[in-house]
């Protein structure tokens, strides 16, 4: 029999880890298949970077973590619900449960020095608790002190004092906002109250009683599982079917790939990010066209100007959600989930059997970008027209006046330089796209 690896020195030495911080763990079943799910560590699945600047101009550049879920969408906390599956014909919901309750309650936590003793990230969960109940007790503390100071002012004045005055709804909604800001905070901050290793443990304790009860392996949700080579869940993949892998050309163990459930996961969340998005469009432009009094104050040339940058904005902003749509790109991603950052995937990294999908794939994300490239111009043209615009608005001079409106040209002819530039700039971006496509197949025998 081997010895156990030794533990690190942050498991040697500290104070015990206390029971509470142990991941709760829900039995249920659904239809012949029982499940165990649990809260675990999960990989980064991408990094969304924002930058800002302030008078002084000091740049703080500050970054998002989200990471891969097997059950649901990407989450930005580092512990992800995941779940094992076992058939129900072979060990029932209550002796699951029982196996699973007295495995736990015989798991030794062990030590761990203080700074260990938590997950990732839980400094910022507690500062958002701190910032929620801070801003929610100001607002209501505001609240408090202006009802007395207007109702003596309305009694004064020989009329009854209504709760419905936009002077209180203001801060009554940021007293709101503040508490749910603190609820989301704590929220975070108890599921991070267990630290990563301890999840992982129980994890892997979990899978071995489930192995052992039932004489098989139990499937597992977790995609960093299934591309080891184990059993999947056996609810979304009950045909047991893994991740595919091959090997490169210069003989490296390539990427493992999504599967079907993994690709069509992925299209029906960009599907409902094409509905969200085109709602806020909506909801923009209505807002727009109401407060615009329905563009009757804008003249020709300001009309054209909106038309060019709102088609140009709306296009841009659909083309990221249209993309997560295509199962093409979905099949073959640019990057792959890491343990602290995403790996991206290079030419040298596909296998030899999935380089035409993958060139194909990158075929039709460099179409892509020939269209978005078309709505920037869209605005570009829009900007240009309103820049013109206002120079002539703005003019004293009666010869500066002249020169900028010869300058400006017939709605009909701008339209169409406009339509000419964006069939130009949509028609070179394509014929780059398939030079570098026969380019990347040419590199590696393609061609």
């Known amino acids: 029999m081997s010895m156990p690896s030794p533990a690190p020195a942050s498991r040697r030495y500290g ?25 675990v560590p999960a990989r980064v699945s991408n990094i969304s970077v924002s ?18 879920s097997g059950l649901g969408s990407d989450s930005r906390l580092p512990l992800v619900r995941e779940r094992l599956t076992v058939p129900a014909s072979i060990a029932g919901r209550e002796q699951v449960e029982q196996a699973v309750k007295a495995a736990v309650s015989s798991y030794d936590l062990g030590t761990a020095a203080p700074g260990k003793q ?74 991070l109250r267990t630290p990563d290793f301890v999840a992982e443990e129980q994890w892997q304790l979990l899978r071995s009683v489930l192995t052992r009860m039932t004489g098989q392996q139990p499937g597992s949700s977790r995609p960093l599982d299934v591309e080891a080579g184990l059993r999947p869940d056996l609810i979304t993949r009950p ?26 996961k992925t299209v029906r969340r960009g599907r409902l990010k094409v509905l969200l998005t085109s709602s806020l469009i909506i ?6 066209y109401v407060f615009s009094g329905g563009g009757a104050g804008l003249n020709t040339g300001r009309v054209i100007s909106v038309i060019l940058v709102g088609t140009g904005m709306v296009g841009l902003a659909l083309m990221p959600s249209l993309q997560a749509c295509d199962r093409l790109l979905a099949t ?72 900028v409106s010869a300058l400006f040209l017939s709605v009909p002819v701008y339209i169409g330089l406009t339509m000419l530039a964006v069939a130009t700039t949509v028609v070179v971006s394509v014929v780059w796209a398939r030079n570098r496509d026969a380019g990347r197949r040419r590199l590696v025998g393609l061609a």
């Open 15 to 39: 104070p015990a880890i206390a029971r509470w911080k142990l991941p709760a763990v829900r039995v249920r079943q659904e239809g012949g298949v029982i499940a165990v799910e649990q809260r």
């Open 51 to 68: 930058t800002t600047s302030n008078d002084s101009g000091h740049v703080r550049t500050v970054r998002t973590y989200y990471f891969e």
């Open 118 to 191: 938590w997950g990732p990230g839980m400094g910022s969960r507690l500062a958002m608790v701190g910032f929620g109940a801070f801003f929610s007790l100001l607002s209501f503390s505001f609240v408090i002190m202006t009802i007395p100071l207007m109702r003596m002012e309305e009694e004064t004045q020989g009329r009854s004092f209504v709760f419905d005055s936009p002077v209180l709804l203001l801060p009554a909604g940021f007293t709101i906002l503040g508490v749910l800001i603190m609820v989301i905070g704590l929220r975070s901050a108890w599921i």
């Open 239 to 264: 045909s047991s079917e893994t991740r595919r892998r091959g090997v490169t050309l210069d003989g490296r163990m390539g990427p493992a790939w999504p599967d079907a459930y993994s690709v069509t």
């Open 283 to 288: 909801v923009i432009l209505g807002f727009f």
């Open 332 to 403: 073959y991603p640019t990057q792959v989930p890491g343990e602290d950052a995403p790996r991206r995937i290079g030419l040298r990294d596909v296998d030899i059997d999935n380089l035409p999908g993958w060139c194909a794939s990158r075929l039709r994300q460099d179409y892509w970008n020939a269209a978005a490239s078309g709505f920037w111009v869209l605005c570009a043209a829009g900007g240009v027209l309103l820049f013109i615009e206002r120079s002539s608005e703005h003019s004293t001079d009666a010869s500066d006046a002249s020169a």
